[in-house]
């Protein structure tokens, strides 16, 4: 199966639309219809951010693999969903974010 039916299954089984997915990935849902009609592929960066939001695997995504979810991960659900969210963000936010973490760390009165 390709990656653009793969996609459009999961976008499916996740019950977004196309459009809602667009603003979550920071794209515009034109991009989005690209990946679906297979008129264009996602970057590296992209797809992985696609299979976090998805809930999948890059592997599944791109057709090397039939198991939809990643492997098992040792991370409690908070931080799983912590890292989740922040492999969805374009990198100024990521940078913002590390910012606000590193001023946690350097002011654990405030804590």
Avoid: C, W
């Avoid at 459009?19 to 996602?42: C, F, W």
């Avoid at 090397?64 to 908070?78: I, N, V, Y």
């Avoid at 100024?92 to 350097?106: G, W």
Wanted: hydrophobic share 35%; aromatic share 8%; proline share 5%.
């Amino acid at each position: 199966m390709d990656f653009n039916i793969r996609l459009e299954n999961l976008i499916e089984e996740k019950n977004v639309s196309q459009k809602q997915l667009a603003i979550d990935m920071h794209v515009s849902k034109s991009t989005i219809n690209g990946y679906i009609t297979g008129y264009r592929e996602p970057d590296f960066e992209m797809l992985v951010r696609l299979a976090i939001y998805l809930d999948s695997s890059t592997d599944y995504l791109l057709g090397l693999s039939d198991e939809k979810k990643p492997a098992p991960s040792t991370l409690d659900a908070d931080e799983a969903e912590l890292i989740r969210l922040y492999r969805t963000l374009i990198p100024k936010q990521k940078s913002i974010v590390k910012r606000q973490v590193k001023f946690f760390h350097e002011h654990p009165e405030d804590r």
